[in-house]
């Protein structure tokens, strides 16, 4: 079984950039979530997608960031315009339900500099 | 509404001791719960989980966990470390119906030393 690939691997921008971040999860899953994990904390939910419907979005911040799951399948997290603190690790993680299990990408390093 | 506290950023421990990472929560329905191992630059892997069975949970790499209600505990152990232990573990926590994200703790870094 393939498992949940993330691209790109890395990214660096500047300050006021745009950047986009693509995640295809496993063939499948209908649940996909995106997580923003800040270098020595754990992975905080930004999002998380229900077949192509938004689940929870509570915690993502909505003046810049923005995320779409296309048809149900792949996703795309965007940040517009990027501050320094969005610097971090950008995880995709997908799931077939029922807490079977959450299979999560390699991430996304974004350096805002 | 749920969370995690990991007790420890860091823990060390010399090869062949034994490991212990500690993970509360806290949640206002039955949880599921979950151990991830993160190494370097990696993605997380999942250790073990908890989702309502046997209360002792054995995962992979000789690691174990066993939840207690009554101390809303899920601590991780392995009776013997090796070298290859060494990375950043997280407690994880999940309802058992309705939304079911995980919600993390802030992990604990094992260092095992020679």
């Known amino acids: 079984e393939a498992g949940v690939a993330q691209s790109p691997r890395y990214k660096i921008i500047e300050k006021r950039q745009s950047v986009a971040f693509w995640c295809n999860p496993i063939?499948?899953?209908?649940?996909l979530y995106w997580y923003q994990q800040i270098l020595g904390q754990g992975p905080k939910l930004l999002i998380q997608?229900?077949?192509?419907?938004?689940?929870?979005d509570s915690q993502l911040p909505k003046d810049r960031f923005s995320a779409e799951r296309l048809k149900g399948v792949d996703s795309t997290l965007k940040i517009q315009p990027a501050k320094l603190e969005d610097s971090a690790v950008y995880l995709c993680a997908s799931s077939p339900g029922s807490s079977r299990g959450y299979t999560f990408g390699s991430g996304t390093r974004l350096t805002v500099v | 509404a749920q969370s995690v506290t990991q007790l420890g950023s860091h823990v060390s421990v010399s090869e062949g001791a034994l490991v212990l990472l500690r993970c509360n929560y806290s949640?206002?329905?039955?949880?599921?719960l979950f151990w991830y191992v993160q190494y370097p630059n990696q993605g997380l892997q999942l250790l073990l989980k908890y989702t309502s069975a046997a209360t002792l949970v054995k995962g992979i790499n000789g690691f174990e966990a066993e939840f207690k209600k009554s101390e809303t505990s899920f601590h991780l152990t392995k009776p013997s470390a090796h070298m290859s232990d060494a990375a950043e573990y997280f407690c994880a926590v999940s309802e058992s119906t309705g939304r079911r994200a995980l919600t993390f703790g802030s992990g604990t870094r094992l260092q095992v030393q020679p």
């Open positions: 949640s206002s329905v039955p949880p599921y």
């Open positions: 997608f229900q077949n192509n419907g938004v689940v929870d």
């Open positions: 063939s499948g899953h209908a649940t």
